[in-house]
């Protein structure tokens, strides 16, 4: 009898489950990301791609308060830069991103790349000697530029809606990277006044238009340039973005755990050794 | 248990120094020579865990204070700042949260380890009430410091909690604006709950000074439940124990860097990533996973018990589930202590602690969420398809007498195959009549209430302009919600302990108790007895 | 224990003593490593040592004036020289100093290079206990610290006073016809 009854729960149970799932979110679809793993890391290639996808395209309307164009530099950034030495000249060379040769890294204030990066963005300031506010070329040490001065500026441009700071968004959301990946390439076409028809945004409707299109981004490494692959190096930039230490994370994990490990075992044989006459 | 000092000052300094401040005595009577049963087992281990978390807290905590900034602006801008360009903050930061979640994981062993094995009872129910101090201590502290990082989580969780001091009659209204320092959770509340975040634990240290001091005069429990009879029974505490608890916490090291290395925000909330917003509540507020079991209680309370509402009672009853532990001791009317030898107890004491569990899970679901239900949410729509529309003005000589004027239109209205009146004022309405065409009825049926009114909707815009008007019933079926799990869960959470274990002490027939704890193991294996 | 004579005890305290000190030189590495981020936390963190420079336009100091700026949260002062002010130091290159330099080599670049004379970048922190000296007062016409009266020249140089040290010359260098660049 109690079996059958819990049977019957079960039954109705599974049933509305279902029933929710429908009326919430897709579930993110998988973006075959390579930081997933448990000591996958970061396709750098793919940050830097994402980095000019979100400069050209989402920095319109998002900000990325906590992010300073000289973490673009340093270790574990996109445009890290490391003096690597030359097998066959000898020579010391540039080289951007760890290499399997190692290699010195470059303090970024020293690095060309994010130097040249931080002066093409034009920075509202306060002018030292007038103290009038003043346009100024970016530093390595400005956080990224916002597109608009404060939140109310930003819903007046966007028809009331807030486009949200994007520095840890994939931590903010369920889902992650999967879910901004899905959420970019996820309209149907179909919109209703301002919004527009988005079955991964919770709710079904998104106030974003569709951001990204074939051809939108010119890449200079030969990516293809749909908006399928803009979305993908977005989103990895973005999880680099909330997670700029996860490489640096995942390795140090691997030494601490076979160094407990270790550790236990003699434990467990100093302890074995302790009690060894007696009974217990 | 505190017997003479074994302890001999060796050198010409420690015997100065033991005339003076007896210090090193003090350790070697009580982390050396000290007598610790010789049975007992890995469940045992956990009070040198919980030293350790409360090290570590304490440690990367003011660490961490070194850099974050208690400000509405700023608190979030500084957690990052920990996370992005502190060196090594984001190994603290992630050893400081995961820690807390550590922390909780262990306290919980150890707590139901006592209640197991009967820990609580004489004469050590000062040593349990201690622990329910630190306990209680531990869960101000963590609420306190959820805050502090002021993302939408911390924000919301601090006012809910807040809230819930309001529910007191007449002076909740001012404690709770006592508490934040204001009319909502703001500045004030943020530099003050810092303030406190930082003096809690090392109250908490105090307390576990009392705790352990109390463990050393009353001596530990064992499986048993048998006290200690003889040196026999006993082995010296370092090496044996001291040994024992090393390994067992370096593979709770290993469990707490598998979450600090691959998985520190697995124990999180994603909200919390987003800055706090006082004019948008998230859409689900949970507490962290440890505080689960109480909010749940919390909110099983959906109903007024006499003069007391049903906040006042959810609030009142979550804090009766920790303060019933405090009267544990004199609760239990069994002579037997541990549970070994409780046969009856132990199954009741099973289902506790799925009870336990199960009150987790509802802490973590939507309440309204249905489990289980007698059948399908139903609504019967009837019309007239086609047919003649005859419309009648109602008024009534004033607002009292309105039902009765619409009880005369309807009957004036006789003969017609379906009517409906629509109030339009406090004394007047209209009277719509079909007459002729076809009746029609139609069934719909679906899994939930939102379901239902979609269907509802659809049949309705199917039919279109055919027909004037519908008349709808709904039939709810008997639902068994969160909510509901939740009530019979908080039943057994409180009937365990206020009526299972005084009755059941009186009642159940236990099984033999050894008479001593050297004794299942027979007198010649003990030679190795120090 | 240690009276034990078998030769089977013996070879079970090796092992016995093997383990220990194993175990406990693995657990002393181990704490030393964990030691090391709960120091190296309060070294100045990535967002604080990106803002070692500062830059500085040199078009509106007149000569005879000099601004204070800051750098590295401490003050510098960059002075422009009249010829006076450059003749004095020069002229005082080897006289009787308590901290001998020449003036040519307290205006050096960071990079090596001969500085211009008129422009004079120094540490704005007197070398006896930090105050920062007040300038046109003194003896030699130089700096002047109120807090414990030690004087300098106009080169920056300790004259008399309780201070054993010159100012310290910031880092800097030219970036521009009129602009430094310091750190």
Redesign the interface.
């Known amino acids: 009898m109690f079996r059958a009854l819990s049977a019957?729960?079960v039954a109705?149970?599974a049933?509305?489950g279902v029933?929710?799932a429908a009326?919430e979110a897709q579930h993110p679809r998988d973006g075959n990301f390579s930081f997933e793993s448990?000591l996958g890391g970061y396709d750098m290639a793919a940050v830097q791609r994402g980095f000019q996808v979100y400069s050209q395209v989402c920095s319109t309307c998002h900000s990325m308060?906590?992010l300073?164009y000289?973490?673009l530099g340093?270790r574990g950034g996109p445009f890290a830069l490391y003096m690597v030495r030359n097998e066959e000249t000898g020579e010391l060379e540039p080289h951007v991103g760890e290499s399997a040769h190692g290699g010195r890294f470059v303090d970024?204030?020293d690095n060309p790349y994010v130097r040249a990066i931080a002066q093409a963005v034009t920075i509202s300031d306060i002018d030292p000697?007038t103290g009038q506010p003043v346009d100024r070329p970016g530093r390595?040490?400005d956080h990224f530029r916002r597109p608009f001065p404060n939140e109310i500026a930003a819903r007046a441009a966007n028809g009331g809606g807030y486009p949200?700071?994007l520095?840890?968004i994939t931590?903010?959301?369920?889902g992650g990277a999967n879910y901004v990946y899905s959420l970019l390439t996820g309209y149907t076409g179909a919109s209703e006044g301002t919004l527009y028809e988005n079955h991964y945004f919770?709710g079904g409707r998104i106030a974003m238009p569709p951001p990204l299109a074939d051809g939108a981004v010119p890449y200079a490494d030969g990516t293809a340039t749909t908006a399928d692959q803009y979305a993908h190096d977005v989103s990895t930039f973005l999880q680099w973005a909330?997670d700029?230490?996860m490489v640096e994370?995942?390795r140090?994990?691997v030494i601490?755990?076979a160094?407990?490990?270790?550790?236990?075992s003699?434990?467990?044989?100093?302890?074995k050794?302790?009690?060894r006459?007696?009974?217990? | 248990m505190s017997g003479p000092s074994t302890y001999e000052p060796k050198s010409g300094f420690t015997r100065w120094l033991d005339k003076r401040l007896p210090i090193i005595r003090l350790g070697y009577d009580s982390f050396v020579a000290y007598p610790t049963p010789r049975n007992l087992n890995y469940w045992w281990t956990f009070g040198a865990m919980l030293s350790l978390c409360l090290i570590v807290q304490i440690v990367t905590g003011v660490v961490l204070a070194m850099h974050y900034v208690p400000h509405i602006n700023l608190a979030f801008s500084s957690v990052q700042r920990i996370d992005r360009d502190v060196p090594f903050g984001w190994l603290i930061q992630n050893i400081h949260s995961v820690g807390a979640s550590m922390f909780f994981l262990a306290v919980y062993i150890h707590m139901f380890r006592g209640l197991y094995y009967g820990s609580y009872k004489a004469p050590r129910e000062l040593l349990w009430i201690l622990g329910c101090v630190i306990y209680l201590l531990m869960v101000g502290t963590a609420f306190l410091g959820y805050t502090l990082p002021w993302g939408q989580m911390s924000f919301w969780g601090a006012t809910v909690i807040t809230n819930l001091l309001g529910a007191l009659p007449v002076i909740g209204e001012s404690i709770r604006n006592w508490l934040m320092g204001g009319f909502s959770v703001d500045q004030p509340t943020i530099n003050r709950f810092f303030s406190l975040h930082y003096l809690l634990p090392f109250v908490i240290a105090g307390v576990v000074a009392l705790h352990v001091w109390a463990l050393h005069e009353s001596g530990q429990n064992n499986p048993t439940g048998v006290e200690v009879k003889s040196k026999a029974d006993t082995v010296p505490f370092t090496p044996h124990a001291t040994m024992k608890d090393l390994f067992a916490t370096t593979l709770f090291i290993m469990l707490f860097a598998v979450f600090v290395f691959y998985m520190p925000d697995a124990l999180g909330h994603a909200d919390n990533y987003i800055p706090a917003n006082p004019l948008q509540t998230p859409p689900e507020i949970v507490p962290e996973w440890y505080l689960l079991p109480f909010y749940a209680i919390l909110r099983a309370f959906d109903f007024n018990i006499g003069p007391i509402d049903s906040k006042l009672a959810g609030v009142l009853a979550m804090f009766a589930a920790i303060g019933v532990l405090f009267v544990l001791p004199w609760l239990d009317t069994s002579k037997v202590r541990s549970m070994r030898y409780r046969p009856a107890a132990r199954q009741f004491f099973l289902v506790f602690a799925v009870v336990c569990f199960g009150l987790g899970w509802c802490g973590g679901q939507n309440p309204g969420n249905i489990l289980a239900k007698s059948g399908d949410f139903t609504a019967t729509l009837t019309w007239i398809q086609g047919g003649q529309v005859a419309t009648q003005p109602i008024e009534a000589q004033s607002a009292a007498q309105w039902e009765e004027a619409a009880r005369a239109a309807e009957q004036g209205a006789q003969g017609a195959a379906m009517m409906a009146v629509t109030r339009s004022g406090a004394t007047t309405g209209t009277l719509r009549a079909v007459s002729g065409g076809s009746p029609q009825t139609r069934t719909v049926r679906a899994a939930t209430t939102d379901e239902l009114e979609t269907e509802i909707s659809a049949v309705k815009a199917e039919v279109g302009s055919a027909a004037p008007f519908f008349t709808v019933e709904r039939y709810t079926p008997f639902t068994f919600t969160v909510t509901r799990l939740a009530q019979v869960l908080t039943l057994y959470y409180f009937l365990f302990f206020l009526i299972i274990l005084p009755l059941l002490g009186l009642r159940e027939t236990p099984g033999r108790v050894p008479d001593t704890i050297a004794k299942p193991v027979g007198d010649g294996q003990t030679q190795g007895a120090a | 224990m240690a009276g034990a004579a078998s030769s089977a005890h013996e070879v079970g305290e090796t092992r016995r003593d093997f383990i220990f000190i194993a175990g406990g030189a693995v657990a002393a590495v181990g704490a030393a490593a964990t030691v090391w981020p709960f120091i190296d936390q309060m070294n100045p963190a990535a967002d604080t040592r990106a803002l070692s420079t500062t830059e500085v336009d040199l078009t509106a100091i007149e000569p005879g004036q000099q601004i204070k700026v800051m750098w590295q949260g401490k003050p510098v002062f960059v002075r422009h020289r009249t010829p006076t002010e450059v003749a004095d130091a020069q002229r005082d290159d080897y006289a009787s100093l308590k901290d001998p330099q020449i003036d040519a080599d307290r205006i050096k670049q960071e990079d090596g290079q001969a500085g211009r004379p008129e422009w004079l970048v120094l540490q704005a922190s007197c070398t006896h206990l930090g105050c920062i000296p007040t300038f046109a007062e003194g003896a030699y016409h130089g700096w002047f610290c109120p807090c414990h009266g030690s004087v300098y020249d106009t080169s920056g140089r300790i004259r008399s006073g309780p201070a054993p040290k010159n100012l310290y010359p910031a880092p800097y260098v030219f970036t521009g016809a009129n602009a430094i660049r310091i750190g």
């Open positions: 019957a729960a109705v149970m049933v509305a029933a929710f009326a448990p308060d906590h300073a000289r973490h340093e970024v204030t000697n390595i040490s949200p700071d520095s840890v931590a903010a959301r369920h919770p909330t700029p230490h994370r995942k140090m994990g601490v755990l160094f407990l490990l270790v550790l236990a003699l434990l467990y044989l100093g302890y050794q302790v009690w006459n007696e009974s217990h």
